[in-house]
Nanobody, 126 residues
């Protein structure tokens, strides 16, 4: 099973930026699609963004389009989430996930993924 470790969370003022990173434990990382989800207190875990194995396709939730950017560096087994123009409603624990199985499940759905990181807290103050 692929192990994932997120970093880069923290406290930022509204309008600010943060860059999250997720490092995978395996070289085969380059074969898999990756996603970011988030979970605010009392809410369901929701899709944020995803990227195909080769980085050519990216997908975003409407709430983050134009503000967040996902990218990957397969040579470093790393996926990044650049978050700009942050809003208080972006406050959540952010999780990265990897989809290692061949599936037709859309990458916006949690069950497309089979391994998850431990999460990193992002807090945006108003």
């Amino acid at each position: 099973q692929v192990q994932l470790v997120e970093s880069g969370g923290g406290l930022v003022q509204a309008g600010g930026s943060l860059r999250l990173s997720c490092v995978a434990s395996e070289r085969t990382f380059a074969n898999y699609a990756m996603g970011w989800f988030r979970q605010a207190p009392g809410k369901e875990r929701e899709f944020v963004t995803a990227i195909s194995w080769n980085g050519r396709s990216t997908y975003y939730a409407d709430s983050v389009k134009g503000r967040f950017t996902i990218s990957r560096d397969n040579a470093k087994n790393t996926v990044h989430l650049q978050m700009n123009s942050l809003k208080p409603e972006d406050t959540a624990v952010y999780y990265c996930a990897v989809a290692t199985r061949v599936t037709t499940t859309p990458l916006s759905l949690r069950n497309a993924y089979d391994s998850w990181g431990q999460g990193t807290q992002v807090t945006v103050s108003s």
